[in-house]
């Protein structure tokens, strides 16, 4: 009796192939220990690998030759982008018993509009939820050749970017370490267009919902072709740098990638390329990628790195011309794991399904940290790895002759080892979300943050309290004063205050000689004699003060060893030549001259 299932299979063989001598990899059955290891989560979208790059018939209102668009149809079918290589890695990465060692498996949710915007314009998601098929409008969102209308396109496109957000968000949440998500990594697409197959770009939004924890996100592009969309997005920031390694001729798809395109504005010298030719092998491609890598992360210091996998630079490659094999690429991975800050993966190009499938099944290996054997496990897709014997490394090398030379590396290295230079350092951010303007919302912060200054320094000016300022040998009177002259004489009149202030200084080291000394003394006035007081009108009564300061260098005689303030005046005359001074009358031009230098110095004062 024959059973129902046993009436059809996935392959032609009963069941599946009869590997022989071959042998079948038997998955790994060890569960990890949730503190053994860093966490790694791994994102598949359920149905992402259903789609297919087809496109829809063409309306015969829109174009009359329905033929012709029937053969553009039919050649469509052949596209070389087939999401059905996410369906071939996930049965790998399961056969081999992967699902075991990695912490956490998610079906997440698709992208929101709202999320989806915050990159693209809102009138290119319109045009991919509506799937209108105007010809102008296709022609506006670059929606042409490499870029088909498939059914489901737009389901497809939230798929993958829903994907890699939730891995972003899990980083900047650090409840994750490392997030896996295959089948993100559409590196081309503009903000309001698509391009080389790519309609959304997640990586771009992934690092953009990174940046509003992180402070500075390093991405780094293995695909063969340039990462131009990642690279325009940020070539005017500093928070973002991009590294992408790739063929470039000047040519070849996208055209873009020199050696000397290293952004602009707030972001020169944090976009870094490395132009490759044809063939480069294993050895030459490691040797510059550890090396760039290393010096970028060392100048950069990452809080957080996105690692784009495209699979088209193995060798063998539908579209692509490299000799890397997939121990190579996954050794990429595995240097960039060693780093141990946030790391998100995600796929990108790779247009051999069956290599692809087999690299990304690697390298999850790779960063959950577990061995595999070089033995296939048996999948419902052992159909496609039946030429090169079910293993998981064929021979992918040596297909294209290498147009790299040792001399043409070194120059490239030298090269962004002197740009490096440039940064100075990792730059110093604020913690808030990347403003879609940058420099002009940094030009207005600097400006508010000088109004500002300026408003605290005037605040702070009219609120200090009005304190008179200790000038040496200053002439005042105040309640402050304690340095009061004594009556000497004994008038019934009270004697003037002191004239200075004395300093705590002075009193410790016994006054220090004043540079401003007392004026010399004229005719019969003395050095240290007063100033005549002014009249109350505040004009100074000239005879008066004449006549007083006549009088009182005849009777007032001078008080003894006091000093006044902080000023030290001369010695005092001794007695004899005192006594002398004063029993020699003055003569009528001494007295003259007197009153006249009185008067002087009354005014003065």
């Excluded at 873009?256 to 504005?265: E, F, I, P």
């Excluded at 004489?489 to 080291?509: E, H």
């Excluded at 010695?571 to 001074?581: G, H, V």
Aim: charged content about 25%; glycine content about 8%; aromatic content about 8%.
């Amino acid at each position: 009796m024959l059973r129902k299932y046993e009436t059809y299979t996935f392959s032609s063989a009963k069941f599946f192939a009869d590997r022989g001598a071959e042998g079948v990899a038997q998955p790994l059955t060890e569960r990890i220990n949730p503190h053994s290891r860093p966490i790694v989560s791994y994102y598949f979208p359920k149905g992402v690998g259903e789609h297919h790059y087809g496109v829809s018939p063409t309306p015969s209102h829109i174009c009359p030759r329905a033929c012709a668009h029937d053969d553009a149809r039919r050649s469509q079918e052949r596209h070389p982008m087939k999401p059905h290589r996410l369906s071939l890695t996930n049965a790998l990465v399961m056969g081999y018993g992967l699902d075991k060692q990695i912490h956490h498996i998610y079906n997440p949710r698709v992208a929101t509009r709202e999320e989806l915007e915050v990159y693209h314009d809102p009138q290119y998601i319109d045009f991919l939820s509506k799937r209108d098929e105007t010809k102008h409008l296709i022609d506006t969102f670059n929606c042409v050749e490499d870029c088909p209308i498939f059914a489901d396109m737009f389901e497809f496109c939230k798929m993958y970017a829903g994907a890699s957000l939730a891995g972003a968000r899990k980083l900047s949440a650090g409840t994750t370490d490392t997030a896996i998500n295959w089948s993100g990594g559409l590196h081309h697409a503009k903000r309001g267009e698509a391009n080389g197959f790519c309609y959304i770009n997640d990586a771009v939004l992934a690092i953009l919902e990174m940046l509003k924890y992180h402070p500075r996100v390093l991405y780094i592009d293995i695909d063969i072709h340039h990462g131009d969309g990642v690279e325009l997005a940020f070539y005017h920031s500093n928070r973002v740098m991009t590294v992408s390694f790739h063929k470039y001729t000047g040519d070849f798809f996208p055209g873009t990638g020199k050696l000397d395109d290293n952004g602009a504005g707030l972001g020169k010298y944090f976009c870094l390329n490395v132009p490759l030719l044809d063939g480069i092998d294993d050895d030459m491609y490691l040797t510059v990628f550890k090396t760039v890598i290393g010096d970028t992360v060392t100048h950069f210091q990452p809080t957080s790195i996105v690692l784009q996998c495209g699979a088209d630079s193995l060798g063998l490659d539908r579209l692509g011309a490299f000799n890397l094999s997939i121990a190579a690429h996954g050794e990429c991975v595995n240097y960039v794991r060693t780093f141990g800050v946030p790391l998100l993966v995600v796929g990108g190009g790779g247009y051999t399904v069956k290599n692809v499938s087999r690299c990304w099944a690697y390298e999850t290996a790779v960063l959950v940290g577990a061995d595999i054997p070089d033995t296939l496990p048996a999948t419902i897709y052992d159909a496609y790895f039946a030429d090169s014997g079910w293993k998981l490394h064929p021979p992918l090398t040596g297909r294209v002759d290498n147009q790299n030379s040792p001399a043409s590396l070194q120059r490239i290295t030298v090269s962004i080892r002197e740009k490096l230079r440039y940064l100075g350092g990792a730059p110093s951010v604020m913690m808030r979300e990347i403003p879609p303007g940058l420099e002009e919302w940094l030009a207005a912060e600097e400006a508010t943050a000088e109004v500002e200054q300026d408003a605290e320094a005037d605040a702070s000016t009219r609120s200090r309290p009005l304190r008179r300022r200790a000038v040496p040998n200053e002439y005042y009177e105040g309640d402050d004063d304690v340095d009061g002259d004594e009556d000497v004489d004994g008038d019934d009149t009270p004697a003037r205050r002191g004239t200075v202030r004395r300093t705590r200084g002075n009193s410790r080291r016994g006054g220090r000689r004043s540079s401003a000394r007392s004026r010399p003394a004229v005719g019969g006035m003395k050095e240290d004699e007063e100033e005549p007081p002014e009249e109350a009108g505040g004009v100074p009564n000239v005879i008066a003060s004449t006549s007083a300061s006549a009088a009182q260098a005849q009777q007032v005689p001078r008080p003894s060893r006091s000093r006044r303030g902080n000023t030290r005046t001369r010695a005092r005359p001794r007695a004899k030549d005192k006594e002398q001074q004063e029993d020699s009358p003055q003569t009528p031009v001494e007295e003259e001259q007197s009153m006249s230098i009185s008067m002087e110095l009354d005014v003065e004062a």
